[in-house]
């Protein structure tokens, strides 16, 4: 690890995350534009848990849903990384790739290249077959996201989380096997 960073991308940062991110994530999870796939917005309290979720899933694991910063800057931009997942499904227990970022840095394509370098750190780090995305049917940029770092369409499905959400409940899988890329 150079600096604070676990690894960087070209124009990103990828950390675990610290205390001064709690107030930085509880906006962008405020953010009704941003939470606009998600049946709610997580409060004060869920966003704390969340963090330190993924501050003890980077300590065992050496990685989680990383705190991510534009290096130009400095500045916190969201997360971006790779998390486990074991909801109810036929493909649970898996590794999901997964990010939300601060409205203001959407459009820039900083979303795909965090997700590209995340997919280039489990190749390197993890020894996973393959690593999954999944989001609701409707959210098409995230949908276009998948593709755009060479992830494939598994199957539509119901998500158990969702099952009281009638526009978001059906949801995409996507996959990507890591042995197939080298």
Known sequence: MEGPYHFTSERLGFRNW???DIE????INADQEVM????????????????????????????CY?????????????????????YESDFTPHTDIG????????????????AKACLEYAKQHM???????????VNLNSIRVMEKIGMSFVKN????GLQHNASLKTCVLYSYKMSCNY
Not at 99 to 114: I, K, M, P, V
Not at 127 to 137: D, G, T
Request: aromatic share 16%.
């Open 127 to 137: 020894n996973l077959p393959e690593i999954f995305a999944v989001a609701p049917k």
């Open 24 to 27: 930085k994530m509880v906006r």
């Open 157 to 160: 499905f119901e998500h158990p």
């Open 99 to 114: 990010w939300r970022l601060s409205r203001s840095f959407w459009s820039r394509g900083y979303a795909t290249e965090g």
């Open 36 to 63: 606009k796939f998600f049946p709610s917005l997580p409060s004060k309290q869920e966003t704390v848990a969340f963090i330190q979720r993924m501050q003890t899933q980077f300590a065992k694991k050496n990685y």
């Open 66 to 86: 990383f705190a991510v910063d534009e290096l130009a800057s400095g500045t916190f931009i969201g997360f971006t990384g790779l998390s486990d997942q074991n």
């Open 18 to 20: 610290i205390l001064s």
